[in-house]
């Protein structure tokens, strides 16, 4: 890794680095497709497959946004990793639910929207909230339990919310926040605001009552609603193979009538693409859209999970087909940025999470008259 | 004032929110075009329409959530569920969401919605149609809950529920749509929620009754004066949670004297909950110890004998009564 182009001493880094065997001639992929369970030496092979797709949708989009969805993700991963380490620290208590490796996933869908659009998500909040806007500080203070975070400390990690970015949480109960979207997608069509509804929620969710009642009431109703699945392959330490009869949930779509998509969320320009073609269906057509989005998250499910369910080889070989290294690389090669500018968006991802720990290690604790205030309006 | 039944009196209070707030609509199983399996909402659906008074799949999770999410964004949905039976299928929805969203996002969305439906017993039904669920949702913090047992009442606190910024449990009782008051007209005509009622003023014994138990008691009450001239006083709370314990505990000071009349069962009752309350508040005045009637520990029987014999009634409220009072 090059050194940062500063004097401030640099922090500990996520290995961004290429990957070298991105240089091999790779074997002709198969088609991704979500009706098969992809293994991992398939995963690689995609690797130039994707950035040649990637490379041709960077040409149609502005430097300025591509650096900034860039830094995004790169914020997204540094603040991750910083919350492992604060959480070992014991700065962090109860559940912590960490994104690293599903970064194009939030970035990809949510650079795209307006800025009342709404975004309801599952407990895994932290970097969805801060690509909605809410601040890295708010963030890190609720995940410190602190006055200064965006919910007062009354939240934690699985509950972000805020108004103001039209931040609907931050949910706990997996797939209970479907209901929800679903219904905030209801508002927005009763009052004809224009408004569409990004609702987020994991592969394991799909198997919930909730995901198939809220999928029929949007295309029964026309709802402006884009469900999106973020398929990381595991439910806690459940792979989706050991839980799912189905293996397509892009599929499951065809049985309520809905539109679908399957996505490959290595790939930060092809969600992006899929994203804006189902906002466009919800904003003019009133009509839902389910994205399956296939990820890979590099940590346990959260951070008590040991992990034995899966190899360290596994996710080092999915670690390879990073979606950050993957666009860093695409960007070089379009010449959107180069390395230095690649340094200096690590920088400020570096800078802007130091910002947000000192201002939670800073922020006072609740006031001890919070504890009953909020349980009625 | 107009003589009208439980049923008519809810129906009146939909129909004025839903012309007085564009942002109320009304979402159930057969609540539009079938008229409300119940009848509550007869005639609304074509004064509405399809926007206002919406038919909602079989789908109790499915339309709490969405409710719950509606009114996250702005909206003020009254949710019917054809009986309070079926909201445990939704209870994530209305315990893990609703109860929970203004807490856990500290205070920037509330859900001011409005559950509703027929709760308890109606007439042999059987164990799964015949459930008293509301110590159930009184037990969570971040929910009111609501029980009127008169016409006036039914309008009054439907109308501030519909109203409140909060979630709110409003339960009604199948075996009492039909019954008869006197209710004021005036569009404006509402009941604040967390406020007691004394039904029946009297002296020597307090009969605290919600729902259905509260005609039960004002028939106890009369018989007992006939019988054995005791002054009965039935205090119907009308919202459970916010209680007016007050109200209640002011009632025990006077008459030094407490029943409890309950159609839910006893463990964990909000009847025990009462009860412990005024212990707290009000046990110095005690003359003799709290008797509770509740439904039995099973779930209903269907045969009518065993039914009639599982829930409270009027005979086991004067027999309560009786004891309280050493008669």
Known sequence: ?377 | MATMTIRDALNQALREELIRDENVFIMGEEVAEYDGAYKVTRGLWKEFGDKRVVDAPITELGFAGLGVGAAMAGLRPVIEFMTWNFSILAADQIINHAAKMLYMSGGEFNIPIVFRGPNGSAYQVSSQHSQALEAMYANFPGLKVVMPSNAADAKGLLKSAIRDDNPVIFMEQERMYGMKAEVPEDEDFTIPLGVADVKREGTDCTIVARSMTVPMALEAAEKIKEQFDVSVEVVDPRTIKPLDIDTIANSVRKTNRLVIVEESHSFASVGAEISHQIMDSAFDYLDAPIKRISTEETPMPYAKNLEALALPSVDKIIAAVKEVCYL
């Open chain 1, 1 to 377: 890794m090059p050194k940062a182009a500063t004097s401030r001493k640099p922090e500990k880094r996520a290995n961004l680095s290429s990957p070298k065997t991105t240089k091999k001639a790779a074997p002709k992929p198969e088609k991704v497709d979500s009706s098969t369970f992809l293994d991992v030496e398939e995963a690689i092979r995609e690797y130039e497959d994707r950035k040649a797709s990637q490379l041709k949708a960077i040409k149609k989009v502005d430097k300025e946004t591509l650096r900034e969805m860039l830094y995004q993700m790169v914020l997204g991963r540094h603040f991750e990793e910083k919350c492992a380490e604060v959480y070992r620290m014991g700065k962090i208590g109860g559940f912590c639910h960490l994104y690293i490796g599903q970064e194009a996933i939030a970035i990809g869908t949510m650079l795209s929207l307006n800025k009342d659009d709404m975004v309801i998500t599952s407990y895994r909040d932290h970097v969805q909230a801060m690509v909605k806007g809410l601040s890295p500080e708010s963030v890190m203070a609720e995940l410190y339990g602190r006055e200064g975070g965006c919910v007062k400390g009354k939240g934690g990690s699985m509950h972000m919310f805020s108004k103001e970015h039209h931040f609907y949480g931050g949910h706990g109960i997996v797939g209970g926040q479907i209901g929800v979207g679903t219904g905030m997608a209801y508002a927005a069509k009763y009052k004809r605001t224009g408004q569409v509804v990004l609702c987020f929620f994991g592969e394991a969710a799909v198997n919930q009552g909730i995901f198939h009642e809220s999928l029929n009431m949007a295309e029964l109703w026309g709802l402006p609603v884009i469900y999106i699945c973020e398929n990381n392959r595991y439910g806690m330490g459940t792979s989706q193979k050991r839980a799912m009869s189905a293996r397509s949930i892009a599929k499951k779509a065809e049985s309520y009538e809905m539109a679908n998509e399957f996505v490959d969320g290595m790939d930060v320009m092809a969600v992006r693409g899929a994203t804006r073609r189902a906002v466009e269906r919800a904003r003019n057509e009133s009509k839902p859209t389910l994205l399956e989005i296939r990820a890979y998250r590099y940590m346990g499910h959260s951070m008590s999970d040991p992990g034995n369910y899966r190899t360290r080889e596994e996710i080092l070989k999915y670690q390879e087909r990073d979606p950050i290294i993957l666009f860093k690389d695409s960007l070089k090669e379009a010449k959107v940025l180069n390395e230095k500018d690649f340094d200096e968006i690590e920088q400020r991802a570096v800078e802007a999470t130091a910002s947000a720990l000192k201002f939670a290690d800073e922020s006072p604790y609740p006031s001890e008259s919070e504890l009953l205030t909020d349980v009625l309006a």
